[in-house]
T-cell receptor, first 109, second 115 residues
Framework: AQRVTQPEKLLSVFKGAPVELKCNYSYSGSPELFWYVQYSRQRLQLLLRHISRESIKGFTADLNKGETSFHLKKPFAQEEDSAMYYCALKRGSQGNLIFGKGTKLSVKP | EAGVVQSPRYKIIEKKQPVAFWCNPISGHNTLYWYRQNLGQGPELLIRYENEEAVDDSQLPKDRFSAERLKGVDSTLKIQPAELGDSAVYLC?????????????FGPGTRLLVL
């Protein structure tokens, strides 16, 4: 079965500390993975996708097919990074997304 | 550009009552999605439209849920009758399936509370 697992409901770090939000997936085909973010009182929006291999707002994520993981990382967390983060798996070529349950990141001053 | 527009933003109804949600996608986006997001969960797909055709409605509870996308633009999602378990945020998203990177853009959602 296709599934996305985010094991942490809440992750709390201090400003300037490194942060890693975990995401594991289960998919039989060639996966395409995304991180979406929802800031307080804002709509869900795309943060980054693995095929772009880009860094957005200092965040990076590497697809590890051996470990079936797509963890989101940032070396120095900022208070404005506080938000809900959702990992998502694109199923097939039609674009349907399967989301994880999300991790709430809280960056304390 | 206003992005994906949804209305109403909030709705409180009693169980067994009908309710409808409306979505206006980004202009030119041919693909439209309805998701349901329960408390503490990620969004789950209900139905996907390609233009006016529903191409994936396998997760839509068809006994009480219905959707339409007349003229391939705006869409309406209806629940009749609503049950307590339907309390959730209903999200609409749209996408243009013609670019290199086909991003889904989400609306603000409609928060439904069934009493």
């Amino acid at each position: 079965a296709q599934r996305v697992t985010q094991p942490e409901k809440l992750l709390s770090v201090f400003k300037g500390a490194p942060v890693e939000l975990k995401c594991n997936y289960s998919y039989s085909g060639s996966p395409e993975l995304f991180w979406y973010v929802q800031y307080s009182r804002q709509r869900l929006q795309l943060l980054l996708r693995h095929i772009s291999r880009e860094s957005i707002k200092g965040f990076t994520a590497d697809l590890n097919k051996g470990e079936t993981s797509f963890h989101l990382k940032k070396p120095f967390a900022q208070e404005e990074d506080s938000a809900m983060y959702y990992c998502a798996l694109k199923r097939g070529s039609q674009g349907n997304l399967i989301f994880g349950k999300g991790t709430k990141l809280s960056v304390k001053p | 550009e206003a992005g994906v527009v949804q209305s109403p933003r909030y709705k409180i109804i009693e169980k067994k009552q009908p309710v409808a949600f409306w979505c206006n996608p980004i202009s030119g986006h041919n693909t439209l999605y309805w998701y349901r997001q329960n408390l503490g969960q990620g969004p789950e797909l209900l139905i996907r439209y390609e233009n006016e055709e529903a191409v994936d409605d396998s997760q839509l509870p068809k006994d009480r849920f219905s959707a339409e996308r007349l003229k391939g633009v705006d869409s309406t999602l209806k629940i009749q009758p609503a049950e307590l378990g339907d309390s959730a945020v209903y999200l609409c998203a749209s996408r243009w399936t013609g670019g290199v990177q086909e991003t889904q853009y989400f609306g603000p959602g409609t928060r439904l509370l069934v009493l």
